[in-house]
Nanobody, 129 residues
């Protein structure tokens, strides 16, 4: 089984909400910085929201501000992305990542350290108008 597996993607109408999940296996998310990223066709990967796990520091990318929330479930060893007020431009493959915690949320989102930690394969989110 892959270390990180996303689920919960799908199609949702503009203005709607969706929660996607990222479940970890073989390691505990508790000790990692976690983040959500997305990539739309023809576009570069974008850091959506990143939780450094240090002092509650969470970085919100422009797309996430006032609309998206990240939260962890220690018992489930999972991290979730709650998305509200979705727009067609939110359509993308959303993936999660867990990296060693010696990083700020802002650094993780703006300069994704793809050479370390664990990175999921992604789940498709499609927002239709």
């Amino acid at each position: 089984q892959e270390p990180l597996v996303e689920s919960g993607g799908g199609s949702v109408q503009s203005g709607g909400s969706l929660r996607i999940s990222c479940a970890a296996s073989k390691f505990s998310l508790e000790y990692y910085a976690v983040g959500w990223f997305r990539q739309a066709p023809g576009k570069e990967r974008e850091g959506v929201i990143c939780d450094s796990s240090r002092d509650g520091e969470i970085y919100y990318g422009d797309a996430a501000k006032d609309r998206f929330t990240i939260f962890r479930d220690k018992a489930e060893n999972a991290v979730y992305l709650q998305m509200t007020s979705l727009k067609p431009e939110d359509t993308a493959v959303y993936s999660c990542a867990a990296v060693p915690p010696m990083i700020t949320g802002q650094s993780m989102c703006t300069h994704p350290p793809t050479h370390v930690g664990h990175w999921g394969q992604g789940t498709q989110v499609t927002v239709y108008s």
